[in-house]
């Protein structure tokens, strides 16, 4: 069991995982599949203290330098849900479980709004993880709706197992090459169905399917961990940043504005201080 989990990969995930790393605590960092979007694309970044007029980059490459002077390891990995093990706290991410006393929310805030019925049938023809749910769809007909070319593994790994796979990309130039694999445009508007999935609506249509497999890098954090207070898109902190369940921090954009990375950074740290002092109790 790990002293501290951090979920997110944006400087408020560096920032905590450098911090626990120089704390000298056990930490699991997950970081999801990609390199964090919200720095690499920024142009020119003018106001990180100490790295005047810096692309997102370049930053980012600053970044990556600093965690590898100090040895931090990375867990590439999206987490899909965090569960109260009275005391103690489950990860779950891809078909691993993963244990930790303490739990710190860096996942940035949520840009990409559920589907309409996402969260009714979740579990019911609802999932998140191909390698976690592919099993049950064995000769079924599926959709999969990615919002990344880094889930493109998982895809083909359903198509080995499904009869006929709907592929649902957000981006251009999808590379999914299975023969059962068939492309689609369009977002879908709604998932709907009885006590179970049975269909994915979009606009100027429908298909009929047995499941979905929603493949994204970032959930909102009430989806992720049952019970923790959120208000208006962002998770409840104090100024120690501990939310409203013992032992589960948040850190930076997911706790509020303004979304700015010094805030983040310096936020990871506090959540750091905040787990270790919660720890030592
Ligand atoms: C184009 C652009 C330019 C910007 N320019 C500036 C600027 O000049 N100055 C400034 O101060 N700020 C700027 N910002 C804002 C800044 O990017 C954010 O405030 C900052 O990135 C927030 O950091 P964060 O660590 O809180 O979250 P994020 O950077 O959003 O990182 C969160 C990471 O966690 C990952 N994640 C989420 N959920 C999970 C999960 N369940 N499992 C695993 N990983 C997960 C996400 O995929 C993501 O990589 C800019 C933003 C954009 C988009």
Redesign the pocket.
């Known amino acids: 069991m790990y002293d501290i989990a951090i979920?997110?990969?944006?400087?408020?995930?560096?920032s905590a995982a450098i911090n626990a790393k120089i704390l000298n605590r056990s930490y699991i960092w997950?970081?999801?599949k990609?390199?964090?979007?919200?720095?690499i694309?920024?142009?020119?970044?003018?106001?990180?203290l100490g790295l005047s007029d810096i692309s997102?980059e370049n930053l980012f490459s600053a970044f990556e330098s600093h965690i590898a002077a100090l040895g931090v390891e990375k867990t590439p990995?999206?987490?899909?849900g965090v569960y109260d093990l009275d005391g103690k706290y489950a990860l779950l991410?891809g078909k691993n479980e993963y244990e930790a006393r303490t739990v710190i929310l860096?996942?940035?805030?949520e840009t990409a709004r559920p589907i309409d019925g996402e969260d009714e049938f979740l579990g019911r023809g609802v999932s998140y993880c191909a390698t976690c749910d592919g099993n049950f769809y064995r000769g079924k007909d599926i959709a999969v709706l990615c919002y990344d070319k880094a889930f493109e593994h998982e895809i083909e790994y359903l198509c080995t197992l499904a009869h006929t796979v709907h592929v649902i990309p957000t981006y251009k130039d999808c590379g999914v090459k299975a023969a059962n694999a068939h492309m689609h445009e369009g977002y879908p508007v709604k998932f709907t169905g009885g006590m179970r999935l049975e269909k994915v609506l979009f606009k100027n249509g429908e298909l009929a399917v047995d499941g979905v497999f929603v493949l994204r890098?970032?959930?909102s954090p009430a989806k992720?961990v049952h019970g923790l207070k959120t208000e208006g898109g962002h998770i409840v902190v104090n100024r120690a940043l501990a939310t409203n369940l013992d032992g589960v921090f948040a850190?930076?954009?997911?706790a509020g504005r303004?979304?700015?990375?010094?805030?983040?950074a310096g936020?990871?740290n506090i959540a750091v201080h905040s787990a270790v002092e919660y720890l030592s109790k």
């Open positions: 979920i997110g990969g944006g400087p408020a995930g560096y997950f970081t999801g990609t390199p964090p979007k919200k720095v694309k920024a142009e020119l970044i003018r106001n990180y997102g990995e999206v987490v899909t991410a860096c996942t940035g805030v890098n970032s959930f992720l850190a930076g954009d997911c303004p979304y700015q990375y010094a805030k983040s936020e990871g």
